[in-house]
């Protein structure tokens, strides 16, 4: 009996030492496996307006046949460290789980080794600031083991500034417009039934 429990304590160690080591991927250790480019206009770019049409490829440098594990790559918009400063909710961590800078996820596609290309609109709450896109290449167990971006291991090359929509939007200033008229016509409709009824008590 005490042999049985203590077996099963033991493997039940092990399972969740192996958990958290599944869970531990750290950036530092994923090699930069897929090439990455990034073409926008010219500018400020809109949030809710502007697209980016972003292109990535397996890393040629690599090996022929390193990427048999690569199942999708998935893309997402991060902050450059200007974006970052005092601002800890956007904090660069080594430990993927817990790093911050990659907050907006923009898709995840099968993987491809070439001709890849995806347009997208930049989302509207996405914030003002200075970005970059990074890609990360899964397994088939969606856990990461290989990367590409943009801009160099330092951030401070190829990245682009995006404007924020503001806190007024077209839509919202016909609807308001709409009903400022609607109450003036009801307000005025009232003085006037009340006029007529006064007139006819008479």
Excluded at 55 to 60: A, Q, V
Excluded at 171 to 199: M, P, Q
């Amino acid at each position: 009996m005490a042999s049985s429990r203590a077996i099963f304590v033991a493997t039940l160690v092990i399972c969740c030492s192996l958990a958290v080591c599944r869970a531990e991927i750290l950036f530092s250790t994923l090699k930069r496996s897929i090439e990455v480019s990034v073409s926008h206009r010219q500018g400020v770019l809109m949030a809710g307006e502007d697209q980016l049409i972003l292109k990535w490829s397996i890393n040629k440098t690599l090996s022929a046949g390193t990427d048999s594990t690569y199942k999708s790559v998935k893309l997402h918009l991060c902050y450059a460290p200007i974006s970052q400063k005092d601002r800890a909710w956007r904090k660069t961590e080594d430990h993927l789980k817990k790093d911050k800078t990659c907050q907006f996820k923009i898709d995840t596609l099968p993987y491809k080794s070439s001709g890849n290309i995806y347009n997208w609109t930049i989302e509207r709450d996405v914030p003002t600031g200075t970005y970059f896109v990074r890609a990360y290449i899964l397994n088939a167990e969606n856990e990461e083991i290989g990367y590409g971006q943009n801009t160099d291991d330092k951030k401070v090359n190829n990245l682009f500034d995006v404007q924020s929509i503001s806190g007024r939007h077209a839509t919202l200033d016909i609807c308001s417009i709409v009903f400022s008229v609607f109450s003036v016509v009801a307000l005025f409709g009232f003085f006037y039934k009340e006029k007529r009824n006064a007139r006819a008590s008479k």
